[in-house]
């Protein structure tokens, strides 16, 4: 069965950085996009970024650009999110999704348990 | 990349049908693209994939939930409801951005 293992969730002042890991197994991670969505608590879903399955694509939400970096290793099965100058607004549970192609559609057919950041002095 | 509106809750008894809406614009739901999808999330959970193209239903979905997309609307509908189907709900589409936004979700409630 799919699984997708999260990481590196705490506590962080604002301003500080933070890199998640997603771990993934038991499907060919190397041909599916994957992708980071995120939701503070009691609210909604956000989009945060996607990468294509062999990485020379990546995507952003507006709120993270300039500060967040997606990246992947396919030897490792491993998906990251480098998380530089920290807002307050950036607390949430992050997820990291499996997309249903090579290119992100936006499809996740598998989620992990979620990681919760949360930025604050 | 603002959020797509849906409400914030609907409610219907069981055996009944109730219908979701997700309302965008030309730039997203409403765009050339066919990028919609429908999220169902329980308490505590992480969300699962319910409907995506629109219309189509991930294997082992019920058929009880069915997509449907007219101009910049689109519309969840969920058939003979239960109790199990209490949960939030989230539209999502992709953007002429090149990005993916979501809806503000929507709680149901079976009465």
């Known amino acids: 069965e799919v699984q997708l293992l999260e990481s590196g969730g705490g506590l962080v002042q604002p301003g500080g950085s933070l890199r998640l890991s997603c771990a993934a197994s038991a499907f060919t991670f190397s041909t599916y996009a994957m992708s980071w969505v995120r939701q503070a608590p009691g609210k909604g879903l956000e989009w945060v970024s996607s990468?294509?399955?062999?990485?020379?694509?990546?995507y952003y939400a507006d709120s993270v650009k300039g500060r967040f970096t997606i990246s992947r290793d396919n030897s490792k099965n491993t998906l990251y999110l480098q998380m530089n100058s920290l807002r307050a607004e950036d607390t949430a549970v992050y997820y990291c999704?499996?997309?249903?192609?090579?290119?992100?559609?936006?499809?996740?057919?598998?989620w992990g348990q979620g990681t919760l950041v949360t930025v604050s002095s | 990349q603002s959020a797509l509106t849906q409400p914030a809750s609907v409610s219907g008894s069981p055996g009944q049908s109730i219908t979701i809406s997700c309302t965008g614009t030309?730039?997203?739901?409403?765009?050339?693209?066919?990028?919609v999808s429908w999220y169902q999330q329980h308490p505590g959970k992480a969300p699962k994939l319910l409907i995506y193209d629109v219309t189509y239903r991930p294997s082992g979905v019920s058929n009880r939930f069915s997509g449907s997309k007219s101009g910049s609307t689109a519309s969840l509908t969920i058939s003979g409801l239960q109790s199990e189907d209490e949960a939030d709900y989230y539209c999502s589409s992709y953007t002429a951005s090149t990005t993916w936004v979501f809806g503000g979700g929507t709680q149901l409630t079976v009465l």
């Open positions: 990468i294509s399955a062999f990485g020379d694509n990546t």
């Open positions: 030309s730039s997203d739901v409403g765009g050339r693209y066919h990028y």
């Open positions: 999704a499996q997309d249903r192609s090579r290119g992100p559609t936006g499809y996740f057919d598998y």
